[in-house]
């Protein structure tokens, strides 16, 4: 399994992250990752040429739902008050006007990039047979 040694949803974050860099740059993309984690995307990918440049969420996902990985698109964080305790968690569903690529990365070491205009429900997306094209 790929997530079997993850100690967290942030470590498991974390190596989908760099399992899609690495797919990604096999296949001859050019990769760049933000420096600062505040984008609506995970990394950014270019081209051959480096004209065009686009931007990829990065989601990751352990869970089937009727034999199929299923994946939550929804994002949280955490607010904190002046003493440093959980005030509120902000959750935010997936909006496609924000990065161009959806790239889910599975338990079995699969990993999908699907274009944004595919993705119509906002809160999770079954990977169904439909998006086997867009395995990479």
Do not use: W
Not at 41 to 61: E, M
Not at 97 to 115: E, R, W
């Amino acid at each position: 399994k790929m997530f079997e040694n993850a100690q967290s949803t942030k470590h498991q974050g974390s190596i989908s992250l760099n399992f899609a860099a690495a797919k990604l740059a096999v296949l001859g993309y050019i990769i760049s990752l933000p420096t600062i984690d505040c984008q609506d995307y995970d990394l950014v990918i270019g081209d051959h040429s480096g004209n065009r440049f686009r931007g990829v969420q990065v989601k990751s996902t352990n869970r089937k739902r009727y034999g199929n990985f299923c994946v939550n698109l929804m994002n949280g964080y955490r607010r904190y008050n002046r003493l440093g305790r959980i005030k509120n968690i902000k959750k935010k569903s997936f909006d496609s006007n924000h990065s161009d690529f959806l790239c889910v990365v599975t338990g079995d070491k699969d990993c999908y990039l699907i274009p944004r205009h595919i993705i119509k429900n906002k809160f999770s997306l079954n990977l169904t047979n439909n998006l086997k094209k867009y395995k990479i």
